[in-house]
């Protein structure tokens, strides 16, 4: 094929597709970090029901379990989910560091939020946190006492670990960070943005940002504090 | 006033550079520039190396100038490029940093000028229209709505200073991008080549250096030109669009 008809014809073999290209491995992660921000709104709703008492809680997990498709239809979304929004975040992260080798002497941020600025500390922190949660609560290699079914009970000894507790509300101040930024930028990333609804997108992600660190929060303050034992 | 600078030097872009320390007097009516100039003036009679700084229109039209000042592309006036800073808007005893624009893409090749011709590379790709030859249209027998032209006057407003890149904690470049995409693919005589223009443009893009894009709004802070984030949500929408459904023209023997 001769130059020109490269150019007409659009299929140059050095123009990179959707996923080689920033703004397509950018529209997959904000698409990804949608279901992940569904889920975590969903889970949230659930694990409240811990102040319902042990009968309520231990019979959603078992609804939970006993509902095979939704179980794995649930498990696989979520694992493929993670692991392009993860994939694309670290290749992103190598194109970063290559792209101002030479620091500035001084940095001084002139109009960005503290989150939208560390988006690349608050998602492997959270990879990593994810990672120990199910070690934690659903395998229970990384639980003192773990009884398979027993939930209310492995959520109780779970948080009377101080370490444990700790782990949880700074992994959920993360989360809360990194959604402050996500779920506005989302929007952007997939290209929508207008004057009269990207305002209401930021307040959306500080309200669902506080409402998900407060509401998952609140479960091992309340461990610590007796309240639920 | 006094001022303390620390400047940038670096002899070419091959050599290593470092911050070297002057002391000088300003007047408040100087521009950022002519305080520059001055002390050129005192280093050149000293027989020593004056600052090098880009620099033509001194009128923030052109686009040539730009160095970070203490943190901040283009220093601290919001909308403002450095030749249209004034000294008025700092104090006596300021001690202040001025570097160049920091990235990949963006070679220093002396002091505080920097190589940015992968813009003019980015904009070769697609920052062009069709015209037949003959006589020229008449210029309002082509309606365009009015919201269209003032968006589009928006984004051409992009004077590719490079600000956006230096001030990118990732050094992405899509704001000028995004102006370029745009500046064009508003107005009806940038539709036939839209789709491929988004394509070429962010491909160009994709060969030099430079970061992706995090939605973080530095670019917007110091941008002397007012260009949005929007636009960039526009590019990302004509780009996006154009990955899933651009059909290659037809070309004869293909
Ligand atoms: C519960 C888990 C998670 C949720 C709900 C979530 C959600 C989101 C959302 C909504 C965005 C905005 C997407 C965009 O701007 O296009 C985002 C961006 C991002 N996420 Fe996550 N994420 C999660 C986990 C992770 C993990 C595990 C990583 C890490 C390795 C990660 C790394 C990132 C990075 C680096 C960005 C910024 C991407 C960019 O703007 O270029 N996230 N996330
Ligand atoms: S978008 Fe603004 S900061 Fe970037 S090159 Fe254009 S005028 Fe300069
Ligand atoms: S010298 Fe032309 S914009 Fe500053």
């Given at each position: 094929m001769s130059a020109a008809a490269t150019a007409l014809t659009g299929k140059s073999a050095d123009r990179p597709g959707f996923w080689a290209n920033p703004i397509g491995k950018k529209a997959v992660m904000a698409v990804t970090g949608f279901v992940l921000f569904g889920f975590v709104i969903g889970h949230m709703v659930g694990n409240l029901q811990v102040y319902l008492g042990p009968e309520k809680l231990d019979a959603y997990a078992e609804f939970l379990q006993k509902t095979k498709g939704l179980l794995w239809g649930a498990r696989i979304t979520l694992l493929t989910c993670v692991i392009l929004h993860v994939t694309a975040a670290f290749q992103l992260a190598g194109l970063q560091n290559k792209a101002r080798p030479q620091?500035?002497?001084?940095?001084?941020?002139?109009?960005?939020?503290?989150?939208?600025?560390?988006?690349?500390?608050?998602?492997?922190?959270?990879?990593?946190?994810?990672?120990?949660?199910?070690?934690?609560?659903?395998?229970?290699?990384?639980?003192?006492?773990?009884?398979?079914?027993?939930?209310?009970?492995?959520?109780?000894?779970?948080?009377?670990?101080?370490?444990?507790?700790?782990?949880?509300?700074?992994?959920?101040?993360?989360?809360?960070?990194?959604?402050?930024?996500?779920?506005?930028?989302?929007?952007?990333?997939?290209?929508?943005?207008?004057?009269?609804?990207?305002?209401?997108?930021?307040?959306?992600?500080?309200?669902?940002?506080?409402?998900?660190?407060?509401?998952?929060?609140?479960?091992?303050?309340?461990?610590?504090?007796?309240?639920?034992? | 006033m006094k001022l303390t600078l620390h400047i940038w030097r670096q002899k070419n872009a091959s050599s290593a550079g470092k911050m070297v320390r002057y002391e000088t007097d300003a007047s408040e009516h100087m521009s950022f520039l002519e305080m520059l100039d001055v002390l050129n003036e005192r280093l050149i009679a000293q027989g020593e190396e004056p600052v090098a700084f880009d620099h033509d229109c001194r009128e923030g039209i052109c686009g040539s100038c730009g160095f970070v000042i203490n943190g901040v592309a283009h220093g601290p006036l919001p909308s403002t490029t450095v030749c249209q800073l004034h000294m008025r808007h700092f104090k006596d005893g300021d001690e202040l940093y001025l570097e160049p624009w920091r990235a990949a893409a963006f070679p220093v090749i002396k002091d505080l000028v920097v190589d940015r011709s992968a813009f003019d590379r980015i904009i070769a790709a697609g920052g062009y229209i069709s015209v037949s030859t003959g006589s020229a249209v008449d210029a309002n027998a082509l309606p365009v709505r009015k919201k269209d032209s003032d968006m589009a006057m928006d984004a051409a407003q992009c004077i590719g200073c490079g600000a956006c890149v230096a001030a990118c904690p990732n050094a992405s470049a899509s704001l000028f991008m995004s102006a370029k995409i745009s500046h064009l693919g508003l107005l009806p005589q940038g539709q036939p080549e839209r789709m491929e223009r988004a394509l070429n443009m962010v491909a160009a893009a994709n060969e030099e250096l430079f970061g992706s894009c995090t939605n973080i709004g530095e670019c917007e802070a110091v941008c002397p030109k007012g260009i949005r984030l929007e636009f960039i949500a526009r590019m990302n929408r004509d780009f996006l669009k154009a990955s899933w459904t651009f059909r290659a023209d037809r070309v004869e023997g293909d």
């Open positions: 620091k500035y002497v001084k940095k001084t941020s002139a109009g960005s939020s503290y989150a939208s600025r560390t988006m690349y500390w608050s998602g492997p922190i959270l990879l990593a946190f994810i990672i120990y949660h199910l070690m934690h609560f659903t395998t229970g290699q990384a639980h003192p006492d773990f009884q398979p079914g027993m939930v209310y009970r492995n959520v109780v000894t779970g948080f009377q670990s101080v370490p444990a507790s700790l782990a949880y509300i700074v992994a959920m101040l993360m989360l809360g960070t990194h959604l402050y930024h996500g779920i506005w930028s989302m929007f952007q990333s997939v290209g929508i943005n207008h004057p009269k609804y990207t305002p209401l997108f930021k307040k959306l992600a500080a309200v669902m940002a506080a409402v998900l660190v407060g509401g998952n929060v609140s479960i091992p303050v309340a461990v610590m504090t007796g309240l639920i034992r | -």
